[in-house]
C-alpha cells in the first residue's frame, strides 16, 4: 500500500530538519511518495482589488507575486535536490507552491486533507516570525486541528531511530501502533520503548482528591494492569508480523508523574529518543486529548512528536 508524506516548508534551517527527518524515518518503508509544499506569503486583498482599476497599483501587485512565486519555486526545488541526495528517487518527490489562501496552518490542512496524505510533516519554528509562518503558533495550530490526519512536527535534526509511543491501553492506542507499523516498515535500526503511565486519581480530580480516596485509586490501577497486558499482546503480535524483532521492542511503565503530558516529557527527556508518538485519542476517546497534544507540541524540544488521530 502507497504511502503519502506532505512536506510544508519555508527558506529556514529548520525546514532542513523536517525533510532530512521525514526522508530518514521512512527510509524502511515502501511506495512512499513525499510532496514538498510551500505557502507564499499573502497578498492582502485590498492590494488586489485596487489593482483592478490602479495600473500602477496591478504592476506592483503582479511582481510581487511574481517574486514571491520564483522564490518558493526555488525553496521547494531546494529541498527536492535534498532529498535525491537523501537517496529519494526524483519520481517520488513533487513540488507545490501557492499563495496563502486562509492562512498558513489551514492552507497546509487543506491540501493534507484534499490529497488524502498519510501524514503532514513541519519543522516546529523557523527564521520568519514576521509572517507568522514555522513558529510555535503553526504548528500548535496543525496539530489542534489536524483531527483526521497525522501530524509530525520535527524539532532539531537527528538521525535516531530510537522511538517512543506512549500508550494507554485503548484501541486508539493500537492504532498509533498501526500508523507507526504503515509509516516506519520493518527498519532493523528502529529501537522501540512502549511507555505507559499508570493512571492515578490525581490525573483526572486533584492530588487531594487522591489522597482522600485511596480505595478508588486502588481500584483504578489494580484495573489498569490486566488492560495493559492485553494491549502489549496485541501491539507486540502487530509489530513482530510487520517485520520488527523482539530486541527491538522495549516496554517501560511510569509511576510517578503529576499528570500525563509530565510523565511524557520526563520520559522524552531522560531517555533520548529521536521520536515521541501520542494518540490524538485515547480510553473512552478521551485519554490523548488536543490539549495534552498541544501541550507536547509546546514542550517537547529535543525530539520529532508525531500526534496520531
Known sequence: MGKKILVAVDDSVYSDYA????VRISSAAKNV????????????????ERAETDPEVKAEVNG??????????????????LMVREGVPENCIETVTQSSQVGVAKDILNRAEQGFYDAVVLARRGLTPSRDFFIGTIASKVVEHALQISVWVVGEETASMKIMLAVDGSENSLRVVDHLIHMIGPNPDLRLT????????????????????PHLQEILQREDKPRMEDFYEKALERLKTAGLKE??????TGTRS????????????????GTVMVGRRGEREAFFTGRIAIRLVQKVCDQALWVVP
Open 194 to 213: 512502549l511507555f505507559h503511565v499508570v493512571p492515578s486519581l490525581k490525573h483526572y480530580y486533584s492530588l487531594d482528591f487522591e489522597r482522600e480516596h
Open 19 to 22: 525533510v532530512k527527518y521525514a
Open 64 to 81: 510581487l507575486v511574481r517574486k514571491n512565486t520564483e522564490a518558493a519555486r526555488s525553496v521547494v526545488g531546494r529541498f527536492k535536490d
Open 33 to 48: 511518495t513525499y510532496t514538498l509544499f510551500n505557502v507564499q506569503p499573502y497578498v492582502p486583498q485590498i492590494f488586489i
Open 247 to 252: 530486541r527491538q521492542i522495549k516496554i517501560k
Open 258 to 273: 503529576y499528570d500525563i503530558s509530565s510523565g511524557i516529557l520526563g520520559e522524552a527527556s531522560t531517555g533520548q529518543y
